[in-house]
Nanobody, 118 residues
Framework: QVQLVESGGGLVQAGGSLRLSCAAS?????MAWFRQAPGKEREFVGN????????YVGDSVKGRFTISRDNAKNTVYLQMNSLKPDDTAVYYC??????????????WGQGTQVTVSS
């Protein structure tokens, strides 16, 4: 069982930046970020492999969001730049899975709210 704790959410104006963190209680392999806006399905944001550090981000955030990790701290980061109001959502980190479907991940954090004002 892996416990995940997100932090770093908040309110930011459009065009601004935020960095989210997700600390894991143990070593993980692939870690992913998802987001869920009210009334919408959980959306894949991106993921990062444990050993290679290879990342993959979704089309809706490509060029604006980057994912990184610090394996010594068992922590993954989501740097979000050029934020738009459409990025408003609860952001979750996940592990124990692979791919872009939320159903394929076994462990989830509690989520952190990101609100982008216009």
């Amino acid at each position: 069982q892996v416990q995940l704790v997100e932090s770093g959410g908040g309110l930011v104006q459009a065009g601004g930046s935020l960095r989210l963190s997700c600390a894991a209680s143990g070593r993980t392999y692939i870690m992913a970020w998802f987001r869920q806006a009210p009334g919408k399905e959980r959306e894949f944001v991106g993921n990062i492999a444990g050993n290679s550090g290879l990342t993959y981000v979704g089309d809706s955030v490509k060029g604006r969001f980057t994912i990184s990790r610090d394996n010594a701290k068992n922590t993954v980061y989501l740097q979000m730049n050029s934020l738009k109001p459409d990025d408003t959502a609860v952001y979750y980190c996940a592990s124990g899975g692979t791919g872009t479907s939320a159903a394929r991940y076994n462990f989830w954090g509690q989520g952190t709210q990101v609100t982008v004002s216009s």
